[in-house]
């Protein structure tokens, strides 16, 4: 899968995927609720999770997503592979 998370897009990213784990963690933790009972913590989980997903697609610039959807905002340069000329054998 070639990178297509970048720009803005990898920066929000970045910015609230640790911030969704902390809050997850808080709430399971018991530091604040989010909801009373069972979908409280079914919330705390699905924060740390989305969280962590959001962290490591922009550390990893690779979400399948975006891959799934068409959406590119990478702006490096492409991976381009290219063959090697092999040099005959001296006989």
Request: proline share 4%.
């Amino acid at each position: 899968m070639e990178k297509n998370v970048g720009g803005y897009d990898r920066i929000a990213r970045a910015i609230f995927g640790p911030a969704l784990i902390i809050v997850g963690a808080a709430a399971l933790g018991g530091a604040f609720t989010i909801a009373a009972g069972t979908l409280g913590l079914v919330a705390a989980g699905v924060l740390l999770v989305v969280g962590a997903v959001l962290a490591t697609t922009a550390i990893i610039q690779k979400c399948p997503l975006n891959a799934l959807f068409g959406i590119n905002t990478y702006t490096g340069e492409a991976k381009v592979e290219t063959e090697v000329p092999v040099k005959p054998r001296m006989q």
